[in-house]
């Protein structure tokens, strides 16, 4: 991903967002209530299931910006394989900090480890094929770095970050510039110096006219597979170096269909869009 400093910026500001939900200002009156101050407590982050880790680093983030003298020692790394009751982190602190930031730590380790496993479930799904996996833009709003990440740690690969780092040529623009060739052609005039430009097709007429076209990528939307198959002999015989895209309703039941088609990338939204929560869970050390 781009400038990873700004990235990150805007991950430590959906963490600080996302506290601000929870906290609202007033702080965890139930712990306040409940727990003495200045008790100092420890606890596991576990996994309740199978999975692949993911947001270790967000809940990092959490518990420092609840409370920056608590402690947070990563056990599993993002990324890794864990079976269900295997720790993936330890916390120590003051006990009301550890339990103010208990429920976000979990909600990013839940959700990013989700997109993580189902990811991971691609990836494997391709595997042999020489076709790539990545993400697309359909991210939940303000967590798209924390996402995207997720995608990563599952062994997929980031499509554009946003809208500002590549050019992507989708239906709407060819209508509005009343053409494929058209479209591509102002953006080759207007783009800086080695943008790539992708142009988002449905038919062959329209591969033909990207190609013709000069695109550097060719995204086949919502094809079938013997169309696709068909899109790429046309897409190679005209050029071979172009890189193909297959995107649009592409499933793990049919991801290596789609894959052996001889596609360089498969696009999936349903990575960021569909993924389900995993169950992760913070047990106090007693004691």
């Known amino acids: 991903m781009l400038d990873g400093r700004h ?17 609202a200002g007033y702080g965890d009156v139930t712990s306040e209530a ?10 596991r ?3 309740r299931e199978d999975l692949v880790v993911s947001g270790i680093v967000a809940a990092d983030l959490v518990l420092r910006e609840v409370d920056e003298k608590s402690r947070f020692i990563a056990v599993a790394e993002e990324g890794a394989k864990v079976r269900a009751e295997e720790t993936l982190a330890e916390v120590e602190g003051p006990a009301r900090s550890l339990l103010a930031a208990e429920r976000t730590m979990l909600n990013f380790i839940c959700h990013l480890s989700g997109i993580a496993t189902y990811t991971r479930q691609f990836v494997e799904a391709v ?10 833009r359909k991210t939940t709003p303000g967590l798209r770095y924390w996402e995207k990440m997720a995608v990563r740690h599952g062994g997929g ?7 500002f780092d590549m050019i992507l040529i989708k239906d709407n623009h060819v209508a ?17 110096l ?7 097709v ?11 076209a000069g695109a550097d990528v060719v995204m086949f939307d919502n094809m079938s597979v013997d169309q696709t198959r068909r899109a790429v002999a046309l897409a190679r015989s005209r050029d071979p170096h172009v890189l193909l895209e297959a995107s649009g309703g592409i499933g793990l039941d049919s991801v290596r269909s789609v894959a052996e088609t001889g596609v360089d990338v498969v696009s999936v939204g349903r990575l960021t869009m569909g993924a389900q929560p995993v169950d992760v869970g913070m047990d106090a050390v007693e004691g």
Do not use: P
Not at 7 to 23: F, I, K, Q
Not at 34 to 43: F, M, N, T
């Open 202 to 212: 449905e038919t062959d007429a329209q591969l033909v006219e990207a190609l013709d």
């Open 34 to 43: 409940i727990v003495l101050e200045g008790q100092w407590d420890s606890a």
């Open 127 to 136: 595997e042999g094929t020489g076709a790539g996996v990545v993400d697309t």
């Open 176 to 192: 509005m510039a009343a053409g494929i060739g058209e479209a591509v052609r102002r953006a080759r005039a207007n783009a800086h």
């Open 7 to 23: 990235m990150y910026v805007m991950g430590v500001e959906a963490v600080r967002h996302a506290l601000s939900e929870d906290l």
């Open 157 to 163: 690969s980031n499509h554009r970050f946003g809208l």
């Open 194 to 200: 080695g943008t790539k430009i992708e142009v988002e």
């Open 45 to 47: 982050v576990v996994a």
